[in-house]
């Protein structure tokens, strides 16, 4: 019943942006804070960045800080990630997550909603 779908993904050179996109439905997610993660192949899902339920707290992984910004519409029930000066380590597929709190928290354990993810692929 509970979606998130994910948009944005694609490939990009070094140093370029993209911005993701969550679209919620099912339930709606004002009350509870939402997030998006990251996973590299052979490596474990790691948050990205978790924004609260008002969009008043925000936190970030420190390889993410100062070029990653989330953010979030509770009207449309939403969560956006815009990534600035990519790295190529920034590779990964990025998920948009729903969580069952209302606080920023990066661990993914608090999420309970997960979108499909999308495909970031940035070439150097």
């Known amino acids: 019943q509970v979606r998130m779908v994910e948009s944005g993904g694609g490939l990009v050179q070094a140093g370029g942006s993209l911005r993701l996109s969550c679209k919620a439905s099912?339930?709606?997610?004002?009350?509870?804070?939402m997030g998006w993660f990251r996973q590299a192949p052979g490596k474990e899902r790691e948050s990205v960045a978790a924004?609260?339920?008002?969009?008043?707290?925000?936190t970030y992984a420190d390889s993410v800080k100062g070029r990653f910004t989330i953010s979030r519409d509770n009207a449309k029930n939403t969560v956006d990630l815009q990534m600035n000066s990519l790295k190529p380590q920034d590779t990964a597929v990025y998920y948009c997550?729903?969580?069952?709190?209302?606080?920023?928290?990066?661990?993914?354990?608090?999420?309970?909603?997960w979108g499909q993810g999308t495909q970031v692929t940035v070439s150097s």
């Open positions: 997550a729903g969580s069952s709190f209302s606080v920023a928290t990066m661990n993914r354990y608090d999420y309970i909603d």
């Open positions: 099912g339930r709606t997610f004002s009350g509870y804070a």
């Open positions: 924004i609260s339920w008002s969009g008043g707290d925000v």
